[in-house]
């Protein structure tokens, strides 16, 4: 960890962070206030929340097998170490859409995160934002917006804008996208949908199946704990003491539509636009991508809670930019595979799928009469599916894990929220620079200079037969 030993490389020098905890402590006896092993963050964070909170973060579908089967599936996974291999300089980017990331590490879409700090999902989109300062972000943000014309004002929220553009690689954003009743009754998504896009919002993310708009939960037998007849106040902040959360009666699209009604019933919004037990299919999801598409000049579609080889191919055929591998943390079907297990099989779906596609396209010659005579458009690049993991990371060998098996990136959820209810922005900041650290230092004891050349290659892990 000699700072001066460090060649320039393409990715932070995230194994720096160790050296600073030790070098702290050993100097003036400051440690940090809470271990970030996963085992020991789940236990405190226990301590830290309420009742109410804790299980929304924390609970599972029935009796949290699915949550156990996204951990088992890493533990049979094993990675085998390669030595004399020269790690001095390790690169951990990858490129997602186009954008070179520093690190394969993104946020999940959480909600509700003032369940765990006052500044909710502020103090995480701060962390996120890494190197850059959140005026940073909102002036990029703005200027992105102002570039394709999108929004009139000159004023940018914060920051100076000057320098940052849609296609700055250092801030991206995505947006999530849930469907209430679509198509028939669609105003508020589209609605929702258009003030982000107008705003500069990049890359759009539906949730399949529980997905583009659950409706239902299956969670409720940890959940019935929490909630109590509270419920509603702890989401609409009707107390003094129970901070708001930016949901049903603060939002103005969903009031122009639902007002009388949440007015007569504050749980409105729960009915209508969470467990509103309206059915979703492919062509709605297909309705969803095309709108997305359409509002964003094209900009990437990414479908969330894939499990089954049989629907990432559904999801390549109908044109969606990327997946996510996930079963949202094991909170929707108990029993189920865990995300990881899974992972091999829809990667190789996909890339088989892309490969017949590639060839039938190559086979396949369309003329075209132009001004310019006969023209031959026929294209044998094939765009290749972005596949992101989701479930159960909690280490950098984790992530290693699920490179190897394929992914090109995965989402880190509990772990952030577990930081965010420690010390709010600073114990976010604490676990995540902790994850990229412990990524950083794993590639180089493994023997991984690069993280995208071991993409997909299996050989690196050894799969055991049986679970002990």
């Not at 583009?212 to 009707?238: I, W």
């Not at 309705?287 to 509002?295: T, Y």
């Not at 880190?412 to 620079?433: D, N, P, T």
Request: charged content about 25%; hydrophobic content about 35%; proline content about 4%.
């Amino acid at each position: 960890m000699d700072p001066t030993n460090k060649p320039e490389s393409k990715s932070p020098q995230y194994s720096l962070y160790q050296r600073e905890i030790f070098k702290r402590g050993g100097l003036t006896g400051q440690l940090p206030n809470f271990s970030i092993h996963p085992d020991e963050l789940a236990l405190s964070t226990r301590e830290k929340l309420n009742d109410r909170s804790y299980f929304y973060a924390n609970s599972n579908a029935g009796i949290g097998w699915t949550d156990k089967a996204n951990r088992e599936a890493f533990y049979a996974w094993r990675i085998i170490p390669r030595m004399l291999v020269d790690t001095n300089v390790r690169d951990l980017t990858t490129t997602l859409f186009g954008h070179t990331i520093p690190a394969p590490i993104l946020f999940a879409p959480i909600g509700i995160n003032k369940l765990y700090t006052p500044k909710g999902e502020l103090a995480a989109a701060k962390v996120a934002a890494g190197s850059e300062s959140i005026e940073a972000v909102a002036a990029a943000h703005d200027a992105g917006a102002q570039a394709n014309h999108l929004v009139s004002s000159s004023k940018p929220s914060s920051g100076d804008p000057a320098g940052a553009n849609s296609t700055d690689s250092r801030i991206r954003k995505t947006f999530d996208v849930y469907t209430y009743d679509v198509p028939s009754s669609s105003t508020v998504e589209l609605e929702d949908t258009t003030r982000p896009v107008k705003t500069g919002d990049a890359v759009g993310q539906s949730k399949s199946q529980r997905n583009a708009g659950a409706h239902t939960s299956s969670n409720a037998q940890q959940q019935a704990k929490s909630k109590g007849p509270r419920f509603f106040q702890l989401y609409m902040g009707h107390d003094d003491d129970i901070p708001g959360n930016e949901l049903g009666v603060s939002d103005p699209v969903f009031m122009k539509k639902y007002g009388d009604e949440q007015n007569r019933d504050s749980g409105k919004w729960i009915d209508s636009c969470v467990w509103h037990g309206k059915a979703h299919t492919w062509e709605k999801a297909r309705w969803v991508m095309n709108e997305w598409k359409s509002l964003t000049s094209g900009r990437p579609f990414v479908i969330k809670g894939i499990q089954s080889p049989a629907d990432a191919i559904k999801a390549l055929e109908l044109g969606a930019d990327g997946i996510v591998v996930s079963n949202h943390a094991g909170r929707q079907v108990d029993g189920a595979v865990g995300s990881l297990e899974i992972l091999p099989a829809i990667v190789d779906a996909i890339r088989e799928k892309e490969k017949i596609q590639t060839s039938q396209n190559g086979r396949e010659k369309v003329v075209d009469r132009g001004k310019d005579g006969l023209r031959d458009n026929s294209d044998s690049k094939q765009k290749r599916m972005t596949i992101l993991f989701d479930s159960g990371i909690r280490t950098g060998s984790d992530i290693i894990k699920a490179i190897a098996l394929g992914a090109d990136a995965v989402l880190v959820g509990r772990l952030y929220i577990w930081g965010l209810s420690h010390e709010g922005e600073s114990g976010c900041r604490h676990v995540m620079k902790g994850l990229l650290a412990d990524l950083d230092i794993t590639c180089t004891v493994a023997g991984i200079p690069s993280l995208s050349e071991i993409k997909g290659k299996r050989d690196l892990l050894n799969l055991m037969s049986q679970i002990d």
